[in-house]
């Protein structure tokens, strides 16, 4: 599973370029988030394309950002990609943050109990998730997903969770549901009733639906009062997503997901 498989994001940064009050900052983070999407390194008339801006204007952009060392240029190919000082500013920031300190462990512990793949992700609305924090059981079954990845905020078992605790109308929700991308997609009826199983269990699930064959669960998790702001997500296939087993994960998830929602909030 990959950011890469949903194309829709690149409308969506564009959209966000034309409604920005700072547009000199929504430009750079724009064409950030675009190249470290791309598999590949992007020329300029490339990155303007699809984010709708000037070429000169995007050069102008990506000169600074070169120089700043976030951005690096290959002069053979006139191509630009991410330079190292990216992962600085994220190690940096992972350290200071207190979700991934005090969910890392947690996320560790559920790996190797269950045998999965674990993740943290950060909320943003119904806009997107960030995946920030990640641990892998090392069994034969892995997730390609990388900290740092984002999808659709509606996307999967996290999606549910959102529409479930986010006190969202339907007239916000129907549109965005409708551009996900699923190898077995639910109904709108189907997804609808998953919602409310989850808004009463306190615990999502997508048994296939977003990728075939793989079972997700995803729990929420509060920082402050109202919407949550994260959410702990575990992912697999085998027998810990069947028969006893998944009952006992979403227990255990729901456990820790409550836990650290009391760390976070003090």
Known sequence: MSSD????????????????????????????RLLGKRSQPMGVQAIARELGLVPSTCLYVL????????????????????????????????????????AQPLLDRLAREFGLTTLGAQLF??????VTAMSQSGEAFQLSTQVGSRFPALVSATGRCIA?????????????????????????????????????TGIAVDAGHYISGVTVVAAPVWKTEGR?????????????????????LKETLLGASRSLSDQLSG
Do not use: C, N
Not at 75 to 89: F, N, Q, S
Not at 228 to 248: K, N, Q
């Open 228 to 248: 949550p702001s994260h959410a702990l997500v575990a992912i697999g296939i085998g027998s810990a997503m069947r028969g006893e087993g998944l009952p006992r």
């Open 164 to 200: 479930a605790f986010g006190g969202w109308s339907d007239a916000q929700l129907k549109p965005r549901f409708e551009k996900l991308r699923w190898d077995e997609a639910p109904s709108w009826e189907e997804w609808k009733a998953q919602v409310t199983e989850a808004r009463e």
């Open 125 to 130: 609305g119904l806009d997107h998730i960030i």
């Open 63 to 102: 000169r600074a950002l070169a120089e700043e060392e976030l951005v690096a240029f290959d002069p053979d190919t006139k191509r630009y990609a991410l330079d190292a000082g990216v992962l600085t500013l994220a190690r940096q920031w992972l350290r200071h943050d207190q979700f991934h300190e005090l």
């Open 5 to 32: 498989q949903h194309p829709v994001i690149d409308s969506q940064l564009a959209t966000s370029l034309k409604a920005s009050k700072a547009p000199a900052i929504s430009r750079a983070a724009a064409i950030l």
